[in-house]
């Protein structure tokens, strides 16, 4: 489709594209690669028809650069060999949504592309590795403190969850960070420290239970002492 006509044609068109790209991304059959390639053409496509429109409508366009930003991620994840280029488009998409955003005026909105930022960073090889996890970490903490103001509670767990894999990942990293796995226990210790119905804890119990168990490996591997002291940290705030 072409970018030519007036701006309430634009605004359908990108709004079509969008619901293209959610359509791609709930596709049940075909290769998840190519879905994934197809959702980002369409969530592009979707961005450069919005973007005329981003100063009077900054919460649509951010959305669709939400949207193409975790898309991105996703594809990272199914293509190994173009990891690092699928982070950095990610990366680039997400900062215009936050950029876009009034964390006042659109805080969930916010917090969301700030929880994707940072899971992105985590991920980034790119530059000083260990400097992108601490930049990943803030952002989860800025995304957490919208969650917690609001009373999302699963969408903190799952942030909080976020983070302490980050803090679990800089642990790993160092040939003996002992703090590091400490700070790392004590975070995912408090994942659940409201209590959450079933139906949205359970979906988390596996990553946690596999990154605690993760922690155990690395608090022996690195010479921290008898794991009990480490089983004893208390939950962060």
Same mark, same amino acid.
């Given at each position: 489709?072409?970018? @030519?006509?007036? #701006?309430?044609?634009?605004?359908?068109?990108?709004?079509?594209?969008?619901?293209?790209?959610?359509?791609?991304?709930? +596709?049940?059959?075909?290769?998840?690669?190519? $879905?994934?390639?197809?959702?980002? %053409?369409?969530?592009?496509?979707?961005?450069?028809?919005?973007?005329?429109?981003?100063?009077?409508?900054?919460?649509?366009?951010?959305?669709? !650069?939400?949207?193409?930003?975790?898309?991105?991620?996703?594809?990272?994840?199914?293509?190994? %060999?173009?990891?690092?280029?699928?982070?950095?488009?990610?990366?680039?998409?997400?900062?215009?949504?936050?950029? /876009?955003?009034?964390?006042?005026?659109?805080?969930?909105?916010?917090?969301?592309? !700030?929880?994707?930022?940072?899971?992105?960073?985590?991920?980034?090889? $790119?530059?000083? &590795?260990?400097?992108? @996890?601490?930049?990943?970490?803030?952002?989860?903490?800025?995304?957490?403190?919208?969650?917690?103001?609001?009373?999302?509670?699963?969408?903190?767990?799952?942030?909080?969850?976020?983070?302490?894999? $980050?803090?679990?990942?800089? /642990?790993?990293?160092?040939?003996?960070?002992?703090?590091? &796995?400490?700070?790392? +226990?004590?975070?995912?210790?408090? &994942?659940?420290?409201?209590?959450?119905?079933?139906?949205?804890?359970?979906?988390?119990?596996?990553?946690?239970?596999?990154?605690?168990? #993760?922690?155990?490996?690395?608090?022996?591997?690195?010479?921290?002492?008898?794991?009990?002291?480490? /089983?004893?940290?208390?939950?962060?705030?």
């Amino acid at each position: 489709l072409h970018i @030519r006509g007036c #701006a309430s044609d634009r605004e359908n068109r990108a709004k079509l594209h969008a619901s293209l790209g959610q359509a791609w991304l709930k +596709m049940p059959e075909g290769d998840p690669e190519e $879905t994934l390639q197809l959702a980002i %053409a369409a969530f592009g496509s979707a961005g450069d028809l919005a973007r005329y429109s981003r100063n009077t409508q900054p919460l649509e366009w951010a959305d669709i !650069q939400i949207h193409l930003g975790n898309t991105w991620l996703a594809l990272a994840d199914k293509q190994p %060999a173009s990891r690092q280029s699928s982070h950095l488009e990610a990366y680039r998409t997400l900062q215009k949504a936050i950029a /876009a955003l009034d964390p006042e005026r659109h805080p969930l909105e916010w917090a969301k592309a !700030q929880r994707s930022l940072g899971l992105v960073l985590d991920g980034l090889s $790119t530059g000083n &590795v260990e400097h992108n @996890r601490r930049l990943a970490i803030a952002s989860f903490e800025k995304a957490e403190k919208i969650y917690l103001r609001t009373s999302h509670r699963a969408d903190w767990a799952r942030t909080r969850l976020n983070a302490a894999n $980050t803090l679990r990942h800089l /642990a790993e990293a160092g040939s003996k960070n002992c703090s590091g &796995v400490w700070q790392a +226990m004590a975070y995912l210790k408090s &994942v659940f420290r409201d209590k959450l119905p079933d139906h949205l804890r359970t979906p988390l119990e596996p990553e946690v239970q596999e990154s605690r168990e #993760a922690l155990f490996g690395a608090w022996q591997s690195q010479g921290c002492g008898d794991p009990e002291t480490l /089983a004893e940290v208390p939950a962060a705030n």
